[in-house]
């Protein structure tokens, strides 16, 4: 019997332990093997959507990576369906390159972005649980990929470009629809994904930087209080959405309206509160002032 180390999920190593540089290697071993390419991440970048706090974007974790190929990579994790949620990362990687260019816009500078999606939730009508897409230009007649020549500004020279050197790239990986098979290095890490565990005979590059540096056992009391804060608000997030969309406010919540969202996010300040954390806690995992929770939901308590 082949066994298994138990690690955090991604989305909190995401947000708690894969920022510092000591872990980059853990995400080497990730992108490298999404990408089929060896990754040499440089720094981790700052942008709106990209804060520590899992619940400032109520059901997402995002990081955003540099490597030593001045790329920048997005990892993003969706927990839960998004109406437009195909448009909205068209918005994200489109923000990233125009936030990256000068005032005077020199355009041969453009930054690369390729976009990494973890989806739990199933996503499309196929069958397949990894996809990719990049622009590529063809021949309406040939069928041929077009490869256009380029002047390049430091050697002054004409060089041969393809669409995917220049165009955003994009992977989508659903978890939920991955069997088990083990067949490639990125199998190991979306198993990881899915089932927040390492077999021992696992190979891909850095996995056992994963399985050491990611393992539950070794998570200090600090990390493991939080990490345990973590679990329960996931499980009583999910419990609201379910109650939510029994009662007809899930369209709600996935269009974005703030009405819906405050509402989800009371009534897991409420159960919070019932467990007995510290009302600041509260206010720093759901993003609602200690205001708001202290008379709808302190409040609330008294009434009853």
Same mark, same amino acid.
């Given at each position: 019997m082949i066994t298994e180390t138990e690690?955090?999920?991604?989305?909190?190593? +995401?947000?708690n332990l894969l920022r510092d540089k000591a872990n980059f290697d853990v995400l080497e071993g990730f992108l490298s093997a999404v990408l089929g390419e060896e990754v040499e991440v440089i720094k981790i970048l700052d942008n709106a959507s990209n804060q520590p706090d899992a619940l400032k974007n109520f059901n997402r974790a995002d990081i955003l990576i540099k490597d030593k190929k001045q790329r920048q990579i997005l990892v993003e994790i969706q927990n839960h369906q998004e109406i437009g949620y195909m448009e909205r990362i068209l918005w994200g990687v489109s923000k990233l390159i125009v936030d990256t260019l000068p005032e005077s816009p020199d355009y041969h500078n453009i930054s690369k972005v390729i976009s990494i999606s973890i989806l739990y939730f199933n996503f499309g009508l196929e069958d397949d649980y990894v996809y990719y897409g990049v622009n590529e230009f063809s021949g309406l007649h040939t069928q041929k990929n077009l490869v256009f020549r380029q002047l390049n500004p430091e050697s002054k020279k004409l060089e041969r470009r393809y669409s995917k050197e220049v165009f955003p790239e994009y992977y989508l990986i659903s978890v939920e629809r991955f069997k088990d098979v083990i067949t490639s290095d990125l199998d190991e890490w979306i198993y990881l994904l899915k089932h927040s565990a390492l077999r021992a005979d696992f190979k891909s590059k850095n996995i056992d930087k994963a399985r050491e540096k990611l393992a539950l056992l070794k998570l200090s009391p600090?990390?493991?209080?939080?990490?345990?804060?973590? +679990?329960?608000?996931?499980? +009583?997030?999910d419990e609201v959405l379910e109650t939510a969309r029994s009662e007809g406010l899930q369209e709600g919540l996935e269009q974005g309206v703030e009405q819906g969202q405050e509402k989800a996010k009371l009534e897991i300040a409420r159960k919070l509160l019932d467990q007995g954390m510290d009302i600041e806690m509260i206010a720093a995992m759901t993003g609602l002032s200690v205001e708001l929770i202290n008379i709808a939901c302190v409040g609330w308590k008294s009434e009853e």
């Open positions: 690690v955090v999920h991604f989305d909190w190593a +995401i947000n600090e990390e493991r209080k939080s990490y345990k804060n973590y +679990i329960q608000t996931q499980l +009583i997030e």
